[in-house]
Nanobody, 125 residues
């Protein structure tokens, strides 16, 4: 069983930066794909960025150039650095984990084994 705990959310003004953290319990963190999703009110939960067990990563077009995902396997932590935040980035941000497998289904919420409880990010204009 893996538990994921997000932190770092908050209320910021447009143009500001925030870094979210997700701490994972358990062993073999390096064998997990880690991802950040976000969900705004009335909308679906959408992938923001992912970090593979290989060290490779993806970032969706909506945040490319502004958001960066990174991980520290020694600390069992994945980060999401967010710059130039805009009101449309307002959402609950969730961390998700998938144990190593064949292939990827980054965008499918059902692909992931574990989810955190989420952290709210609110960007005011």
């Amino acid at each position: 069983q893996v538990q994921l705990v997000e932190s770092g959310g908050g209320l910021v003004q447009a143009g500001a930066s925030l870094t979210l953290s997700c701490l994972a319990s358990g062993r073999s963190f390096s064998n997990y794909a880690m991802a950040w999703f976000r969900q705004a009110p009335g909308r679906e939960r959408d992938l923001v960025a992912g970090s593979s067990w290989t060290g490779s990563s993806i970032v969706t077009d909506s945040v490319k150039g502004r958001f960066t995902i990174s991980r520290d396997n020694a600390k069992n932590t994945v980060y999401l650095q967010m710059k130039s935040l805009q009101p449309e980035d307002t959402a609950v941000y969730y961390c998700a984990a998938r144990l190593r497998t064949f292939g990827y289904s980054w965008f499918s919420t059902s692909w992931y084994d574990y989810w955190g409880q989420g952290t709210q990010v609110t960007v005011s204009s």
